[in-house]
């Protein structure tokens, strides 16, 4: 439902919809995860080259063309997670941060080296589980046009069933772009890591998409595998 890189069943508009750190996109790259200890774990990405900041390759056929106005090069991601459970009380904490380096500008100054860094926080008591996320982006622009994303819910299990109320709120400071939207879900495990959910998002998007109204409210379904 909301707060996913890969699934939104809305039209946004400029605004973020995640707070995960995705610069790269889809592109190769080399990733890294440590074995866990004490609670803790640490990731680390690379991307050489030929990558801007929503993912997209270039050159065509193999050819790999440098010095690209607006294009992103050696992008890094940096993570770290915390996780520890005392009783019936759990926390998880959560941070990471990416960058890279721009290969050209434009005479205008237009862009900049991509930043970016998120935090999270869940603290869960018994079947009760609250968290929440907060993510900047400067979206590889100069100036003030950074992408701004924040997102609290509270989530409740009984037995097989599942329930949980989210709220988001993001803004692009450059083009003005906000949403605010809330997500009520239901779901049921049906066996062990097969787990049905269901839930309405509703809320704004201002200025609305092209032919959208400036309210939102979807209905979605699906399934969720876990290994």
């Known amino acids: 439902g909301l707060n996913s890189p890969n699934f939104g069943p809305y039209n946004a508009n400029g605004a973020p919809t995640a707070s995960y750190l995705g610069g790269s996109g889809l592109a190769n790259k080399i990733t890294y995860f440590t074995p866990k200890f004490s609670g803790f774990q640490f990731?680390?990405?690379?991307?050489?080259?030929?990558?801007?900041?929503?993912?997209?390759?270039?050159?065509?056929?193999?050819?790999?063309n440098k010095n690209i106005v607006s294009q992103q090069e050696n992008i890094v991601s940096l993570a770290a997670a915390?996780?520890?459970?005392?009783?019936?009380?759990?926390?998880?904490?959560?941070g990471g941060y990416e960058f890279g380096s721009l290969q050209a500008n434009d005479a205008a100054g237009t862009f900049d080296d991509y930043k970016a860094f998120s935090l999270g926080l869940n603290i869960g008591y018994g079947p009760i589980l609250v968290g929440g996320s907060y993510a900047k982006f400067n979206n590889g622009l100069a100036g003030d046009n950074d992408g701004k994303i924040w997102d609290v819910g509270v989530s409740y299990t009984t037995g097989p069933w599942g329930f949980s109320l989210t709220h988001l709120n993001s803004k692009d400071e450059g083009s003005g772009d906000k949403m605010k939207l809330y997500d009520v879900a239901?779901?049921?495990?049906?066996?062990?890591?097969?787990r049905l959910a269901s839930g309405v998002i509703?809320?704004?998007i201002d200025p609305p998409p092209a032919g959208s109204d400036d309210s939102v409210v979807s209905f979605y379904v699906g399934t969720f595998l876990t290994f």
């Open 82 to 94: 915390y996780e520890r459970e005392v009783g019936d009380l759990t926390l998880g904490l959560s």
């Open 186 to 194: 239901a779901s049921y495990e049906l066996a062990a890591g097969i």
């Open 202 to 204: 509703f809320g704004d």
């Open 43 to 64: 990731g680390l990405s690379y991307v050489p080259d030929d990558v801007d900041p929503d993912g997209t390759q270039s050159g065509n056929f193999g050819i790999r």
